[in-house]
C-alpha cells in the first residue's frame, strides 16, 4: 500500500494531564508549580512530529530544528493541555508547522517550530561518530 502524501495543511493534536514532571519547578526555569515553557515546547515538537510520521518513507523521521513560541498564559499542575501543529510550508527536507497549545480555559502558547526530514540511520551514524 503507497503512503499518503506529506502535504500542506496536515494537522495533529494531542492532549496530556499537566503532571509533576511537567512543572517548572521540576524543570528550574521557574519556581512555581505550573506548565513549564519546556514541557509545552515538548508537547508543541510531539504534535508536529506525529503529524508527519505516517507520511514518511520508512527508515526516516523528522528532527526539530527551531522553535520560535510564545507561552501565553500559566496552566496548573492537573489539568489537561492540547498541542496543535498544522503543517504550513515544505522546502524540500524541511518541514515548518504553525504550532499552539490549550488548557482548558484559553491559548496557552503560538508560534512557529521547523523539523527537518532525515534518514535515521545515517543521522545516529553521525551523531555517535562524536563520540569516537
Known amino acids: 500500500m503507497k503512503k499518503p502524501e506529506l502535504q500542506v495543511g496536515l494537522k495533529f493534536e494531542i492532549e496530556e494531564v499537566v503532571n509533576d514532571n511537567m512543572l517548572a519547578s521540576h524543570f528550574q526555569s521557574g519556581l512555581l508549580d505550573v506548565f ?3 514541557s509545552m515546547i515538548a508537547l508543541m515538537e510531539k504534535a508536529a512530529l506525529l503529524c508527519v ?6 527508515g526516516y523521521t523528522t528532527v526539530g530544528s527551531k522553535v520560535d513560541v510564545l507561552h501565553l498564559a500559566p496552566t496548573p ?13 515544505i522546502e ?5 508547522f504553525k504550532v499552539e497549545a490549550y488548557d482548558a480555559f484559553e491559548k496557552i502558547g503560538e508560534g512557529i517550530h521547523e523539523r527537518f526530514i532525515v534518514n ?5 551514524n553521525k551523531t555517535y561518530q562524536k563520540a569516537r
Request: hydrophobic share 40%; proline share 3%; aromatic share 6%.
Open 36 to 38: 513549564a515553557t519546556p
Open 53 to 58: 510520521e505516517n507520511y514518511l518513507e520508512e
Open 77 to 89: 499542575k492537573g489539568m489537561k493541555v492540547k498541542a496543535v501543529a498544522q503543517l504550513i510550508a
Open 92 to 96: 524540500d527536507r524541511k518541514l515548518t
Open 120 to 124: 535515521r540511520e545515517r543521522f545516529l
